[in-house]
């Protein structure tokens, strides 16, 4: 956006100037993209302004590195409001601007309102129209008399500043305290406990733990566990099914939410996966006389499904499962006190089974910690 001509401005001026007393050179992003590779891209244009700068210094000027400050701004949002009041021309020009401005939501989350805007048609001309308008680096450069005036410009970015309106000597400027950016911090979610509410709902006792790696990769472990009798003589009724298995996750259509005023945010675990499960257990099921045998059993096979956020703090996944499954099992007969359990041999096989296998509606619980993030 003609900056061979700016670019020859400024070396023009740091020809021409004598009694620089400071520079500070104020670089902004433009707020697509991650907000961590916002802060890269607005440091590293103020960086290059800084050694262009000095790279044109006369050598018979005193001009120290250490007199040019970077102050980078990683997502210049005040001046995106200021290109779409005067570039924006769609019918939902007034939606933009008051997402742009609504108090109180992470910026991710105002991201996430203007990419929903009409299909993604908005989000498209901004990213096309506005974003480049956004990303620039303005210098300010103070012009001291003989006797310096140490003083503080604060960032003006409703103007893109040019240098030669500031050759001479200023007038003393009141010195203000500049405020210091809060330390940007993130949350990451680091496990899961989870639930089948379908087995709790027969009392299936069972619990699961997810940790995941990424965005795309994650690992369960589960387990089952109802082991009860009951009856007179606490023998008439078993129900014991002890089962424990794994699965490796593939999460290959990720939705991580950005958080909201109802909702925390969701960066892993959440969207579409496929699975590859394995498990293992036995059991011993006995009603009076009627059906009893116990046995063991190992299963394989793969799994779909779709995880959401249900609450603040709640997560609801669905999934199904099939596969290969050996099921050994054991007849017996009770004795009439049924303090002693007889084998019965014409009841004893092993059972070979392929298909379903599972379905869960799991109650999800993400658990999440908090981090400084990264300075680049």
């Not at 100037?17 to 992003?29: C, E, H, L, P």
């Not at 891209?41 to 007199?67: D, Q, W």
């Not at 989000?123 to 129209?129: A, E, G, T």
């Not at 958080?259 to 059991?283: I, N, V």
């Amino acid at each position: 956006m003609n900056n061979p001509a700016e670019l020859e401005n400024i070396k023009l001026h740091l020809e021409k100037s004598s009694r620089i007393d400071s520079i500070t050179i104020y670089s902004y992003a433009s707020p697509e993209g991650p907000y961590s590779w916002n802060v890269w891209l607005a440091r590293e244009r103020g960086k290059t302004a800084k050694r262009y700068i000095l790279s044109h210094v006369p050598k018979t000027r005193n001009l120290p590195p250490s007199l040019i400050k970077v102050d980078p701004t990683p997502e210049n949002w005040a001046g995106m409001r200021r290109e779409v009041v005067k570039l924006y021309n769609r019918p939902d020009k007034e939606q933009v601007l008051e997402i742009i401005d609504r108090k109180g939501i992470h910026d991710e989350y105002r991201k996430h309102l203007l990419k929903q805007l009409d299909g993604g048609k908005s989000w498209r001309f901004i990213l096309r129209n506005i974003m480049p308008q956004l990303r620039h680096a303005t210098w300010i450069a103070v012009w001291a008399p003989v006797e310096k005036t140490i003083a503080t410009l604060p960032p003006d970015t409703s103007l893109a500043l040019n240098p030669s309106s500031l050759i001479g000597p200023l007038e003393p400027l009141k010195i203000e305290p500049v405020p210091i950016a809060p330390e940007a911090r993130d949350t990451v979610t680091i496990l899961a406990l989870k639930t089948n509410m379908l087995y709790d709902a027969i009392t299936w006792f069972n619990f699961a733990v997810e940790v995941p790696f990424s965005k795309h990769f994650s690992v369960l472990y589960y387990h089952q566990f109802p082991w009860w009798r009951w009856g007179e003589s606490r023998n008439e009724y078993c129900n014991r099914f002890l089962s424990i298995g794994g699965e490796a996750r593939w999460w290959f259509k990720p939705q991580p939410r950005p958080s909201s005023p109802k909702l925390k945010k969701r960066d892993r675990l959440m969207g579409h996966f496929l699975g590859l499960y394995g498990e293992s257990g036995k059991w011993d099921f006995e009603h009076k006389r009627d059906i009893c045998y116990q046995g063991e059993h190992w299963s394989a096979g793969i799994s779909y499904g779709y995880s959401m956020p249900i609450s603040r703090h709640l997560n609801l996944e669905f999934s199904v499962s099939a596969g290969y499954a050996s099921i050994a099992y054991r007849g017996y007969t009770p004795s009439p006190d049924y303090s002693i359990l007889w084998r019965d041999y014409a009841k004893t096989g092993r059972w070979h089974y392929f298909g379903p296998t599972k379905a869960q509606i799991s109650l999800v619980v993400p658990f999440r910690v908090s981090y400084k993030k990264k300075n680049i």
